[in-house]
């Protein structure tokens, strides 16, 4: 394992010039020409935006309906209006997008199908519950990297009255959430990956680069209880960062944060433990985008935030800043997912999860 | 403190025993005992008080509402119906601007057992699933949380019916 002279990690021996050589490890991929992260942009709902990051979102919409008939359109005009602010932001029209690989949480991926349509940009439609913009990022970048495209797209959004009313209960439903409940994220957040650096960058700003992954296996601990997702996805989490570690023949140190997507305070700690136990501390790096989000306190949002949207706003919104102004230089991009539908909950069933990493470098 | 450190060392050694545990049905056993452990759960005495205040407040109310047609009407039977009809509305109505789940959080089974409960569980869906249409929508769904209520309900009592009849039949009661 050598570091070359741009920062990017090869795996020695098996970089013998050809593509092979990208391959890292068991699951990883280490990218020779790292492709750029050109536009960022983050929409929140109202509850998102008196969070502690609400100041960092593009833009906050009060109306949880984004003025349209019913939830479901509402996540669709919000994702297009978020797709909309990264062309903007970049200088860029949607015909400039060669691909557009997004999804969200809602049924046959209609927030995605019915709010990009009029973009007319060719589609990669993916499911991934709330690890949905690491598994976007992965593909979108492996695409740019691989000369399969210029620019692609990554997207994604969630909406809590629908995810409530798809996977819960109405709106108006007297229940008590338990302590381990997550609160589903209202916001979408896209960026854009390109083979070419950023021309709007200014003087001094760091190349935002995207320098690797580790695709995440389906880890299931047998966890039942759907008011307790941070539990189950700890275990994903779990063995995608250690396996980037150990594909990486790295250390946690190597990064200067590793951010997982959604595992609210007790999946938190389940991680750590059970990364500590295998001799990983990573207490020193760790944050979760699902506690950054809301103040669990004031905003009574028990275990913290979730959905595709959760760690897509924090990422755009917060992550990026903070790697452009060169305050963290490495970090790892961890969203995690839990991959069950209300029908497998009905029948019984466990929850399978799954955690994409996504290696992130200002450089 | 040094009971702290005997704590933690014991629970260092569960989650060694979860990682390296290969059968894994004993694992995730012993992982769902490790997450009941670390899951905060509410206060069951906390609960319960607030539950007791919540419907100790609707049930004072019904019988307000009872107290109040009874001198009305003189007639039993006629002031329960009027009752239930008055919490059925209330509790429609709170549901409909959005309070009865406010209150829900707070008074738990004191929300869900009166009648009031029974009419959220009915008006909530009918509010959400509006937007899918009259039949589709309202129709199939209005009763997606009241209906095993119903169902299993209407079933009990005719179980009880049945037993009561044959008991009858046999001169036991």
């Known amino acids: ?103 969200d949480l809602l049924c046959q991926l209609i927030a995605t199908s019915f709010g990009i349509a009029e973009l007319g940009i060719p589609v990669f439609g993916i499911f991934g519950a709330c690890s949905t913009m690491g598994e976007a990022m992965i593909l979108g970048s492996a695409l740019v990297e691989g000369g399969f495209a210029e620019k692609v797209m990554a997207i994604t959004s969630s909406h809590f009255a629908g995810a409530e009313k798809q996977f819960r209960f109405p709106l108006d439903y007297g229940n008590q959430r338990p302590y381990s409940a997550s609160w589903t994220v209202t916001g979408s957040g896209a960026v854009i990956i390109s083979n070419q650096q950023d021309p709007k960058k200014k003087d ?9 992954f ?17 539990a189950a996805m700890a275990p994903a989490a779990f063995e995608t960062i250690k396996q980037n570690f150990e594909d990486f023949n790295i250390r946690p140190d190597y990064y200067d944060r590793i951010i997982t997507g959604d595992l609210g305070y007790i999946g938190k700690n389940i991680l750590l433990e059970f990364l500590k136990e295998q001799n990983y501390d990573i207490s020193g790096q760790h944050m979760d985008c699902g506690i950054e989000i809301f103040n669990q306190e004031d905003q009574d949002t028990h275990a913290g935030g979730s959905g595709c949207g959760c760690s897509a706003i924090t990422f755009a919104g917060y992550i990026l800043k903070q790697l452009k102004e060169r305050k963290w230089k490495r970090v790892l991009f961890v969203p995690t997912g839990a991959l069950l539908s209300q029908v497998s909950y009905n029948e019984g069933n466990t929850i399978p999860c799954i955690a994409h990493a996504v290696m992130v470098e200002a450089r | 403190m040094g009971r702290k450190v005997v704590l933690m060392e ?10 390296q545990e290969k059968n894994k049905a004993v694992r ?56 239930t009809l008055c919490l059925v509305f209330l509790s429609v109505f709170l549901t409909g601007v959005g309070l009865y789940q406010k209150l829900a959080k707070f008074g738990g089974a004191g929300t869900l057992v009166p009648i009031t409960g029974f009419a959220n569980s009915v008006a909530a869906p009918a509010v959400e699933y509006k937007k899918e249409g ?24 005719w179980v009880l019916g049945l037993i009561y009849y044959i008991l009858k039949q046999i001169g036991i009661v």
Not at chain 1, 7 to 28: L, Y
Not at chain 1, 37 to 43: E, R, V
Not at chain 2, 10 to 19: M, V
Not at chain 2, 35 to 64: H, L, M
């Open chain 1, 204 to 212: 001094g700003e760091p190349d935002l680069v995207i320098t690797g």
């Open chain 2, 134 to 157: 009259q039949v589709f929508g309202i129709g199939c769904k209005v009763f997606t949380i009241a209906g095993p209520v119903i169902l299993y309900g209407i079933f009990s009592s």
């Open chain 2, 10 to 19: 014991k629970e260092k050694n569960k989650i060694a025993e979860i990682l």
């Open chain 1, 214 to 230: 580790t695709t995440g296996k389906i880890v299931d601990y047998g966890i039942k209880d759907s008011m307790n997702m941070g």
């Open chain 2, 28 to 83: 995730d056993e012993k992982y769902k005992q490790y997450v009941e452990q670390v899951t905060p759960k509410f206060s069951i005495v906390k609960n319960c008080i607030a539950a007791y205040i919540v419907g100790g407040i609707i049930c004072v109310i019904g019988q307000g509402l009872t107290n109040f047609f009874l001198s009305r009407t003189g007639d039993l039977e006629l002031s329960k119906a009027y009752t």
């Open chain 1, 1 to 103: 394992m050598t570091e070359n002279v741009s920062g990017n990690i090869q795996a020695s021996g098996m970089d013998n010039g050809a593509d092979i050589g990208k391959i890292v490890g068991k699951q990883s991929v280490a990218f020779k020409n790292p492709p750029y992260i050109i536009s960022a942009s983050s929409i929140a709902g109202k509850k998102e935006g008196e969070g502690p990051l609400g100041a960092l979102f593009d833009q906050i919409v009060e109306d949880p309906m984004f003025g349209q008939e019913n939830w479901e359109s509402a996540e669709s005009e919000l994702m297009k209006m978020t797709a909309q602010l990264a062309l903007a932001k970049a200088g860029l029209k949607n015909t400039d997008i060669r691909y557009l690989i997004g999804g």
